[in-house]
Nanobody, 118 residues
Framework: QVQLVESGGGLVQPGGSLRLSCLVSSGILSINRMGWYRQAPGKQRELVASLWSNGMTNYADSVKGRFTISRDNAKNTVYLQMNGLKPEDTAVYYC????????????WGQGTQVTVSS
C-alpha cells in the first residue's frame, strides 16, 4: 500500500502564496499520473491539478494560471505551487495517483488544510 503524506498548508491572506508537498512512499512518480485534489466543507473532492510522467499537466479552470504542479522524482515528492490565492481556494488538499476516471487510486492521506482569509 502506497502512503501519501501532504504538508505545507496554512493560513494565508488573499493574493498570497503557498507551496504544498506530497511525499510518496514508493518510487512511482516516473510512471504514473499524479494529482492534487481538494475538498471544501460540504463539497465533493475535486481534482485541481495533475501531472503525467511525460511532463504534461492539466488544471481545473478555477486554478489555471495560478497553480503549478511539479515533481522531484529523486525525492519521491510532488509539489503544488499556489499563487494568487482566493478565499474559494480554502479546502483540505490531498495528493494521489490519478485513475483514468480522475479518481484517486490509493487510500487518502490526512491532507493539508489551506485557509485563505483576511
Amino acid at each position: 500500500q502506497v502512503q501519501l503524506v501532504e504538508s505545507g498548508g496554512g493560513l494565508v491572506q488573499p493574493g498570497g502564496s503557498l507551496r504544498l508537498s506530497c511525499l510518496v512512499s514508493s518510487g512511482i512518480l516516473s510512471i504514473n499520473r499524479m494529482g492534487w485534489y481538494r475538498q471544501a466543507p460540504g463539497k465533493q473532492r475535486e481534482l485541481v491539478a495533475s501531472l503525467w510522467s511525460n511532463g504534461m499537466t492539466n488544471y481545473a479552470d478555477s486554478v489555471k494560471g495560478r497553480f503549478t504542479i511539479s515533481r522531484d522524482n529523486a525525492k519521491n515528492t510532488v509539489y503544488l505551487q499556489m499563487n494568487g490565492l482566493k478565499p474559494e481556494d480554502t479546502a483540505v488538499y490531498y495528493c494521489n495517483v490519478v485513475r483514468p476516471d480522475n479518481r484517486g487510486y490509493y487510500d487518502w492521506g490526512q491532507g493539508t488544510q489551506v485557509t485563505v482569509s483576511s
